[in-house]
């Protein structure tokens, strides 16, 4: 079983919509869980970053975090073109030379 | 702020042959980061430094490959000699986490595209 599952999609939404984007994990000593977003021939862009359970909402961006459920949520509200991308879920434990372990990443299409 | 740069942007060799790739981190980043990314699946860490050393290389096939840090800052990794299935992007990150709680999380840069045929 991988440390962090994620469903590889893809995943094609119309322009609008809200998307749902989800890691479950195994590991229950991971602390730090982060979103990121990759368009093609890109390298890995940080896009929300969560510290143990609970919300965080940065504009038409909303991470969750499930520690007792072992799952991480990322939401985005009113889908555009532009947020075509793979998003890849990561997560860590505490210390600072701890390893970022990544889900397979979710490739999202959203349409006209 | 610069990001991360990586060079070269692309390489096609033929398997036995070796190969090596530069990474120039962010200007005071002191953790260091390669990450193999197959096609299809998230990166997978190589090797981290923390300014010139290593702090985890566990999942680095060290039969073949090498990587080494000099004077903390910029990085090359060899592919010594290459296999078919080290065709993937392999991408450089940096960190300036200097604390276990710092917020601060790994920039990449756009990676090394390499096809080994």
């Known amino acids: 079983q991988k440390e962090v599952e994620q469903d590889p999609g893809p995943l094609s939404v119309p322009e609008g919509a809200i998307v749902s984007l989800n890691c479950t994990y195994s590991n229950s000593a991971f602390q730090y869980f982060m979103w990121y977003r990759q368009y093609s021939r890109k390298g890995p862009e940080l896009l929300m970053y969560?510290?143990?359970?609970g919300n965080k909402e940065d504009g038409r961006f909303t991470a969750q975090v499930d520690k007792s459920s072992k799952y991480i949520s990322l939401f985005i509200r009113d889908s555009q073109p532009s947020d075509s991308a793979t998003y890849l879920c990561a997560m860590r434990v505490t210390g600072t030379a701890s390893k970022l372990t990544f889900g397979t990443g979710t490739r999202l299409q959203v349409t006209l | 702020e610069a990001g991360v740069a990586q060079s070269p942007r692309y390489k096609i060799i033929e398997k036995r042959q070796s190969v090596a790739f530069w990474c120039n981190p962010i200007s005071g980043h002191a953790t260091l980061y390669w990450y193999q990314q197959i096609l299809g699946q998230g990166p997978k860490l190589l090797i981290q430094f923390q300014n010139n050393g290593v702090v985890d290389d566990s999942q680095l096939p060290k039969d073949r490959f090498s990587a080494e840090r000099l004077k903390g800052v910029d990085s090359t990794l060899k592919i010594q000699p290459a296999k078919l299935e080290d065709s993937a992007v392999y991408l450089c990150a940096s960190s300036s986490r200097v604390s276990p709680t710092a917020n601060t999380e790994a920039f990449f840069g756009q990676g090394t595209r390499l096809t080994v045929v």
């Open positions: 969560t510290y143990s359970s």
